[in-house]
């Protein structure tokens, strides 16, 4: 996921969604459904490797998004 700013990351971790989807598709010129796969797979890899910097817990992140 080196293509990604380091603002994605920050958006993943402290629970801002949309921009780090926005973020997404800017940086890579994807689709909607392609950048919300990329956040999930880098959501996942944030939350393996660095769990203590999630402004929220896992059962409470998705909450109120709807895609």
Excluded: K, Q
């Amino acid at each position: 996921m080196s293509a990604l700013p380091a603002s994605v990351d920050r958006d993943i971790l402290d629970h801002r969604i949309m921009f780090a989807i926005i973020a997404i598709r800017e940086a890579l010129g994807c689709t909607i459904h392609e950048a919300i796969d990329v956040f999930a797979a880098r959501y996942e890899e944030l939350r393996r490797d660095r769990p203590d910097d999630f402004a929220v817990a896992p059962d409470e992140y998705g909450r109120g998004f709807y895609s």
